[in-house]
């Protein structure tokens, strides 16, 4: 259980920083041209500026509902990755903190 924590939590905090990462480059964007683009979706944003991993979609449809997917990548970028982000990080800590304990717990038995 402790090795599924610890692969959750850091794929989570790596995870978070790519997100953090589209989050900021979208607002740049919209910065660079005077926020025309305000409401660029994620579907937008990743096949227009980042088509390196718009590969993402594909992976997506094996792993969700078709419905959801176009739900997700119809969202506007400025409001998903930001959360996204948040989200990510939480988890992230969550799971990093619960692995912690189980170190701890596993130690205390040893010790006893």
Known sequence: MRLFL??????????????GVLAVYA??????????????????LLRDFVPFI???KQVAFYVLPEKVVYW??????????????????????????????LQEQENASQLS
């Open 6 to 19: 610890l692969i959750l939590g850091w794929s989570s905090v790596v995870g978070s920083l790519g997100d």
């Open 54 to 56: 718009f590969w993402v």
């Open 72 to 101: 997700i990548f119809d969202l506007p970028a400025l409001i998903y990755f930001p959360i996204r982000t948040v989200m990510s990080i939480f988890i992230g800590w969550w799971a990093l903190s619960k692995a912690a304990t």
């Open 27 to 44: 607002i740049w964007i919209n910065v660079a041209e005077n926020w025309v683009l305000v409401g660029i979706s994620v579907n937008d």
